[in-house]
């Protein structure tokens, strides 16, 4: 497999269920990212992790927990959610070498969340 | 005021035109600047980098960098049915620590007609 995988493409959950996200690359990159995509708004960074290290949380609600185990590997918890996080979730990486960063992420398909 | 600022569209445009398409960012220490396209049930995937102010080409895409004027474009010359997506302006900012913060507008949908 090569790019970025994310896994499930489609998911529908209640608001009391728990469920996780996955998504890992396969492209040698050290940053991953989860973004969150919803109609006629901008995508929103929600989490950077930089070496398996958050550097990033974009003041997030706690119902949404991210993990990053090793540099390929990123995944998203899910719990009590409501229903206006109904959104596609993109996962996405990037190279952090200063020298060469170009800052370009490479992203996943997307996880497309439905809260019921 | 929002970060980054594009008109959301649609832009229409005949097949074989020139399809212009802006953008404003509210950042003057911004760094870098990309344009993403996303076709409709896709994820967006980069299709420029700018950092300096100017044009830069490739192919039948050129960017254009006016940081005084905190405005970057994307022209699409010769334009095909191929093209009509929506375009992602989006800007970088380093993070303490490694990583980069990507702030995206919320894109212009550009149709491409026969």
């Known amino acids: 497999e090569t790019g970025v995988t994310q896994t499930p493409r489609h998911l529908v959950m209640g608001m009391t269920n728990k469920k996780s996200l996955k998504c890992e690359q396969h492209?040698?990159?050290?940053?991953m990212y989860w973004y969150k995509q919803s109609a006629k708004k901008p995508l929103e960074l929600m989490f950077v992790y930089n070496f398996k290290e958050q550097t990033e949380n974009n003041s997030v609600p706690s119902r949404f927990s991210p993990e990053c185990p090793n540099s390929s590997h990123l995944f998203l918890h899910l719990h009590t959610l409501q229903p206006e996080d109904s959104a596609l979730y993109l996962c996405?990486?990037?190279?952090?070498?200063?020298?060469?960063?170009?800052?370009?992420?490479?992203f996943g398909e997307g996880s497309r969340l439905t809260v019921l | 005021q929002k970060e980054v600022e594009q008109n959301s569209g649609p832009l229409s445009v005949p097949e074989g035109a020139i399809a212009s398409l802006n953008c404003t960012y509210s950042?003057?220490?911004?760094?870098?600047f990309f344009w993403y396209r996303q076709y409709s049930g896709k994820s967006p995937e980069l299709i420029m980098f700018?950092?300096?102010?100017g044009d830069k080409e490739d192919g039948r895409f050129t960017a254009q960098l006016n940081k005084a004027s905190q405005y970057v474009s994307l022209l699409i010359r010769d334009s095909q049915p191929s093209d009509s997506a929506t375009y992602l302006c989006a800007v970088n900012a380093r993070i303490t620590g490694g990583g980069n913060k990507l702030t995206f507008g919320t894109g212009t949908q550009l149709k491409v007609e026969l």
């Open positions: 950042d003057r220490g911004s760094q870098s």
């Open positions: 492209l040698g990159h050290n940053a």
């Open positions: 996405a990486s990037s190279q952090r070498s200063s020298v060469q960063n170009t800052g370009e992420l490479f």
């Open positions: 700018i950092y300096s102010n």
